[in-house]
């Protein structure tokens, strides 16, 4: 009895801590303003991740497990710090075995049969002229543990060398440094969520490449009204992105994803309807 009371009792604490799972609002909401994910799209080719180092959740990843990249990563800016950079990619061993780590491993740590099977792989990115391109970047990251975390492949897609090195990582700096200086400190909590549409275009016949990355973020008041915001998006090839409003950058992305309407925060937080650029 006593045996089988210690079984059930792991079991509910592995079930508690799966990086997959079936809701992310509840299991890691706090990566999202108000607890909202944005829109989520129904097909089982789709999973939730609370991506997880280390018995440690960093931030949210909606993945899209037939195109091999994710759809977005939503996280919490709260800050720089000066990290180490690694070199190695972790993958997501509970995309391929249910029954595996809820931490992500690096490849050589999980088992060969059936790895790779929903999710890429290093190998695919050899010779393929395209970047690991993050979604949610080290750069933004404010301790080592959660810059090591942006290191998964769940976390990346095909990117263009030119844009992932150029237009597209001086905007990550100017958006670090601005929400550093606009929002940090009047004690707003900053929320950000990054994407990519699949393209038509693929590496190693198995990793969809992106036509577009974009990004949007919403810097929530004591009273989770959203204060300051801003979107961006751009063609995954070197050209700067465009800073965009709100209800053009969701009729963009309804369309591109093909469907009826893509939400990107929650409604109650009422961002501001006016374009915002990032001050220079």
């Not at 975390?149 to 897609?157: S, Y």
């Not at 190693?204 to 929530?220: E, I, K, Q």
């Not at 369309?255 to 009826?260: E, G, P, W």
Request: charged fraction near 25%.
């Amino acid at each position: 009895m006593l045996l089988l009371l210690h079984v059930l009792m792991l079991s509910l604490l592995s079930g508690g801590s799966a990086r997959v799972v079936q809701d992310f609002e509840k299991e890691c909401g706090q990566f999202f303003a108000n607890g909202k994910s944005p829109t989520r799209f129904p097909n089982p080719q789709y999973r939730q991740i609370c991506q997880t180092l280390n018995n440690v959740v960093y931030y949210a990843t909606f993945y899209d497990t037939h195109n091999k990249i994710p759809v977005y990563s939503a996280y919490k800016f709260e800050g720089l710090k000066d990290c180490k950079r690694q070199k190695k990619w972790y993958i997501e061993p509970q995309l391929d075995d249910n029954n595996a780590s809820p931490n992500m491993q690096f490849e050589k740590d999980v088992k060969k049969q059936g790895r790779g099977d929903h999710q890429a792989l290093n190998r695919d990115y050899m010779k393929s002229d395209h970047d690991k391109g993050h979604l949610e970047p080290v750069f933004q990251a404010n301790s080592q543990g959660c810059a090591d975390a942006t290191f998964t492949l769940t976390n990346a897609a095909p990117q263009n060398p030119s844009f992932n090195r150029g237009q597209w990582r001086k905007l990550e700096e100017e958006m670090a440094r601005n929400l550093s200086d606009q929002c940090l400190p009047k004690k707003y909590t900053v929320y950000i969520v990054t994407g990519v549409v699949p393209g038509t275009k693929n590496i190693n016949n198995r990793v969809t490449v992106p036509s577009h990355f974009w990004t949007a973020y919403c810097c929530l008041d004591n009273n989770n009204k959203c204060q300051i915001s801003g979107r961006f998006i751009g063609k995954n090839k070197n050209n700067a992105p465009e800073n965009t409003s709100e209800m053009d950058l969701k009729k963009e992305l309804a369309k591109l994803y093909n469907v009826a309407s893509f939400e990107l925060f929650d409604h109650s937080t009422e961002p501001p309807a006016k374009k915002r650029k990032l001050n220079k």
